[in-house]
């Protein structure tokens, strides 16, 4: 099991996957954020949906907006819909896919 760099717990789990973080060379960096999994769609990939607040210069106020980013999901890593997950932004895997699960945040 390799040291990624950020502070998070190694799966129990091995894997063959070539694009999971802890046993094989893939280099992680950019943004690490938080989002819900509300689809588990093809093999290996979940959708996730991340809020957000933007700003209203005109009102003064804030409004809630969502987005919706597309995952990698190593072999190693149980995920169940509703999970809270953490991602962090990886080179491109797909057309699609730049982040990949790092953690499940219970």
Do not use: A, Q, W
């Amino acid at each position: 099991m390799k040291n990624i760099g950020i502070k998070v717990e190694s799966p129990k789990k091995e894997c063959n996957d070539k694009h999971c973080p802890f046993h094989n060379p893939v280099s992680i960096r950019g943004r690490i954020l938080v989002g819900k999994v509300i689809k588990i769609n093809v093999h290996k990939t979940i959708t996730i949906e991340i809020p957000r607040l933007n700003y209203l210069y005109k009102y003064e106020r804030y409004e809630k907006r969502l987005s919706r980013l597309k995952v990698h999901k190593p072999d190693c890593i149980d995920i169940k819909l509703g999970d809270m997950v953490k991602v962090v932004e990886s080179k491109p895997i797909s057309k699609t896919k730049n982040f990949i699960v790092i953690e499940v945040l219970k």
